[in-house]
């Protein structure tokens, strides 16, 4: 498995590597951790030497010696982001990079060319080398890279108890994706997995309550819509048991985002598993709906799954 983790050196971020180790994360990886500088000028060919700079080069001058001080602040960064991955896991192969340039573009254009797995990000962060802010840096990589985004939240909280997920379904092919992404990880002994499913109930009009007839087709329909839910439901779940997972299902009727959020919350899990977008009637699970309204809003770890084969 190849993972790049965005570290900007902050409470953040090292809460966000500290998550990792409750992701289900294999025993053997290759990691790279990236730090960038944001500074728009390259820093200068260190072989060059400004003893004849003049005019503008003499204005210039400094400004390259300020981004290069920057960057070798972003490498630093990186490398206290790599000590910090092979403490927790030290059987991974990590590398750290500090770089310059945008956050989220350079971590855009990293995943692009390292093709990684999964891309680790945390929800915020504020630091003189760049901010991985949700809306901001997480917001451009939740939507622009070509794999899985975990939106990392670490806990302050000593957390000694069993490791709980929720995975988001809802029939369409990266639902599917997602099940597969959580039956591929390593996960402890004793962990448990929560499939939730969110369907939409149909509601006749004010005068429709009144007609047998509509009444009865609108609760035939919903009827329909529960079973299917609860199937769907059940096949993720024997799935996710092949693997050792104490899994437990919960179909509900509502909005999916609010369904997920509110069963997060109450099962107070370490993180959710959701698919990047969704294409069928029971809901949707749409990045720029669900998916990105859990990452923004959720109180744990949200891991945004995209297949490659579902792309």
Request: with cysteine; hydrophobic share 45%; glycine share 8%.
């Amino acid at each position: 498995m190849k993972i790049l983790i965005g570290y900007d050196g902050s409470e953040c971020a090292d809460a966000a590597i500290d998550d990792l180790r409750r992701a289900g994360l294999p025993q053997k990886a290759e990691a790279q951790v990236l730090t960038v500088a944001e500074v728009w000028l390259p820093p200068p060919d260190p072989t060059e030497t400004n003893s004849g700079a003049s005019g503008v080069e003499a204005v210039i001058a400094p400004m390259y010696a300020k981004a290069r001080r920057a960057v070798e602040e972003a490498q630093n960064a990186a490398n206290r982001g790599r000590a910090r991955v092979s403490t927790l896991f030290p059987s991974w192969s990590v590398t750290g990079t500090g770089t310059y340039g945008s956050p989220a573009w350079e971590l855009v254009f990293v995943a692009d060319k390292w093709q990684p797995d999964l891309v680790v990000v945390g929800s915020q962060g504020h630091s003189a080398l760049g901010r991985f802010v949700l809306g901001s840096v997480s917001q451009v990589v939740l939507n622009e890279a070509q794999c899985s985004v975990r939106i990392a939240r670490g806990s302050k909280e000593n957390k000694t108890s069993r490791l709980r997920i929720i995975v988001g379904v809802d029939g369409s092919p990266c639902s599917a994706a997602t099940v597969r992404a959580a039956t591929e990880r390593t996960w402890p002994p004793g962990s448990e997995a929560y499939v939730v499913t969110a369907y939409d109930p149909i509601v006749p009009t004010a005068v429709g309550q009144f007609i047998p007839p509509v009444v009865a087709m609108v609760e035939e329909g919903n009827e329909g819509q529960l079973e299917s839910a609860r199937r769907m439901a059940e096949e993720a779940a024997e799935e996710l048991r092949r693997v050792g997972l104490a899994v437990s299902t919960v179909v509900r009727a509502g909005d999916p985002k609010r369904v997920l959020l509110e069963e997060a919350e109450t099962l107070a899990v370490d993180s959710i598993f959701v698919g990047a977008r969704g294409l069928s009637r029971i809901n949707r699970f749409l990045l720029g709906s669900v998916s990105a309204a859990i990452a923004a809003r959720a109180h744990c770890s949200v891991e945004v799954v995209r297949s490659r084969l579902v792309r």
